[in-house]
């Protein structure tokens, strides 16, 4: 059974703080990995996608994998209370399936 | 800017009757999926859709569970003879490349009594 693995939080941090959410895949054949956020009651909307090692940085967000370690992980900087959501690593899996992690509830206080 | 669509917002059913779920995926995409999320779990994957064929679909993607495009821009999720375990939101997305982004629609809330 292919898995994506999360902490399930919350994770808190303080206004203004760096947040690190992390994301472990059992496929080691997997090629895309995606971030999203999900508020309550409402759908995923993408964050991220990375599909190289290393780091990829967009705005206030960074996203660093490690295909070796079969890892993800979402940096976010200079957090915000808006940004208080669940994030979903979602990893594809073979051709056409997409795996969800359970997701990492983060809470930033203001 | 382009979205995927949903209908109806929230579907109230009695167990054992048909629903058919209906999402209007971006114009020029030709990846479709549905998606579902019981409440406070995970986003599981359903059935991916391309070509007017299946291209994968999960083991909870069983005999009770169909999908169409009957025209080039619907597309929809039945269920035949609902369990109330169906009760879950069920997500649509598209994306134009296998590779690509997947946009989802804002899901439809379904509710089996």
């Known amino acids: 059974q292919k898995e994506v693995e999360q902490n399930s939080g919350p994770l808190s941090v303080p206004e203004g703080a760096i947040a690190s959410l992390n994301c472990t895949y059992s496929?080691?054949?997997?090629?895309?990995f995606f971030w999203y956020r999900q508020y309550s009651g409402k759908s995923p909307e993408l964050i991220m996608s990375?599909?190289?090692?290393g780091d990829k940085e967009d705005g206030r967000f960074t996203a660093q994998l490690n295909k070796a370690s079969q890892y993800v992980s979402l940096l976010i900087r200079d957090s915000q209370p808006s940004d208080s959501a669940t994030y979903l690593c979602?990893?594809?899996?073979?051709?056409?399936?997409?795996?969800f992690g359970t997701g990492t509830r983060l809470k930033v206080l203001a | 800017e382009p979205e995927v669509t949903q209908t109806p917002s929230h579907q109230v059913t009695q167990m054992g009757q048909e629903v058919i779920l209906r999402c209007v995926p971006i114009?020029?995409?030709?990846?479709f999926y549905w998606y579902r999320q019981i409440l406070g779990q995970k986003v599981e994957f359903l059935v991916s859709f391309y070509n007017n064929e299946i291209s994968e679909k999960s083991e909870i993607f069983d005999d009770q569970f169909s999908v169409e495009r009957p025209d080039g821009s619907n597309f929809t999720l039945k269920i035949r003879s609902t369990k109330l375990e169906d009760s879950a939101m069920y997500f649509c997305?598209?994306?134009?490349?296998?590779?690509?982004?997947?946009?989802f629609g804002p899901g439809t809330r379904l509710t089996v009594l």
């Open positions: 114009s020029n995409h030709l990846y």
């Open positions: 496929d080691r054949g997997s090629q895309s």
């Open positions: 979602a990893v594809r899996s073979g051709t056409y399936k997409y795996i």
């Open positions: 990375i599909y190289s090692n």
């Open positions: 997305a598209s994306s134009l490349l296998l590779t690509d982004t997947q946009y």
